[in-house]
C-alpha cells in the first residue's frame, strides 16, 4: 500500500476567522470534543462564542484535530460551518485523493495516538506542532478503497457507541439511587448536617516522579497515575513502577477503601474519584491524586465515592478550582474544605448494598466495552494492512 505525507493530500487550514463569522458561527473549543471517540461532546452546542480572540474557520469539509494533548485524540468531523479554538487544527483533505471519513478513521488508531504522543513539544502544555503533522505519513489506497475501509469503520464505531452509551445509561442507575436516597443536596430538604471532608477523614497527597535520594537505599513499587483514575472506576490495565524510599512506602501505601481523588481534568470530569480495594498488594499513587481514607464511624467510602460524582460537588469543586482554556484543578487546601452530607451509617450502608450488587453488572459492561475498542483498532489495522 502506498504511503504518503498527510501535507500531499489534505492542508493544515488555519484560516482567521473574521470579527463578524467569530460573533455568528458557531465555536467549537477543545472541550466540546470527546477525547477518544470521534464525536462532539452530548452537552455541545453550536453557539458562538463572544470571547475576543482568535480562532480558525472551518467548514463541513474539514476534520478537526486537537493538537493540544494529542494522547486525548480529540478529533471530530463537523457538519457545518463554524469557528474553533487555535488549539483545533481544521484538516481539509483534497477530494480528489483522500476521504474525509478516512482521514478521520486514520486520526483514531492507536498507531496515530502513538506516534503524535511521541512527537509532543512543551512540558506543561504538550502539543503536536502542525509542521511535524503535515510530515505523518498515512496509507493512501484507491478513492473507492479508502471510502470502504471508512465504512467499516463506521459500522464498529456504532458498536463502540452502543457499548458507551450502555455504560453511560447505568452511571445514571446510581446517581437516581443516590437522589432517591439521600435527596438533593443543593437543597438538602432531609436537613443532612454537613462537614468539612478534612474533619471526617485522613487527607493526602502522594510521591512526586523524579526525587533525588542522595545515594539512599530504595525499592522499587507500583505507583497509580492519573490516568489510572477515572469517574468511579480504576484503569489498571496499565501500571507503572516509581523509585521511592522503603519509609515513604510505609507512609503512603494504599489501604483498602481508599478514596483516590484526581486533583484536575476536564470541567466535568473535575474532581472524579475512585475506590481502592486492594487490587495490588503493595501501591502507592502520584502527587496529582488526593488519597481520602475516610473515618468508618461517620462516613462509609462507597457513600463518599458518589457523593464525588453529584453535581453538588462537581459545582463546588468548579467554583474553587484554577480553570485554564479546557482543564481545571483544585488544591488539598480546596479539597478538605469540600462540605460533605452526613446521613446515618445504616443508609449510607444500604446504599453500598445496591452500589456492590451493581459494580458486577457494571464490570461486566466496562469489559464489553474494551472488546468493542480492541475490534475497532484490530480491523482498522487490518485494514490499512490490506487484509480486509
Known sequence: MEYVKLSDVAKIDRTVASEQECKSLPYVGLEHIQKETGRFSDNFKRIPEQLLATKFKFTSAHVLYGKLRPYLNKVARPNFEGVCTTEILPLLPEAQKLDRDFLWTILLTRGFVDWASRNISGANLPRLDPKVLANYEIPLPPLEEQMQIAAIA???????RTRRFTQQLSDTYLQSVFLRMFGDLEVNTRQWEFKDLESISDIASGITKGQKFNG??????????VANVQDGYLDLSKIKLIETLASVVEDLKLQFDDVLMTEGGDFDKLGRGAIWKGQIRICVHQNHIFRVRMRKDVAIATFFAAFLQTRFAKDYFLRCSKQTTNLATINITQLKKLPVPIPPLCLQ???????????????????????????FQTVLHRAFRGEL
Open 216 to 225: 539512599k537505599m530504595t525499592v522499587s513499587i507500583p505507583y497509580l497515575r
Open 154 to 160: 463506521r459500522k464498529c464505531d456504532r458498536l463502540r
Open 349 to 375: 450502608e444500604k446504599f453500598t448494598q445496591v452500589v456492590q450488587r451493581f459494580e458486577r453488572l457494571r464490570a461486566q459492561q466496562r469489559k464489553a466495552e474494551r472488546q468493542a475498542e480492541h475490534l
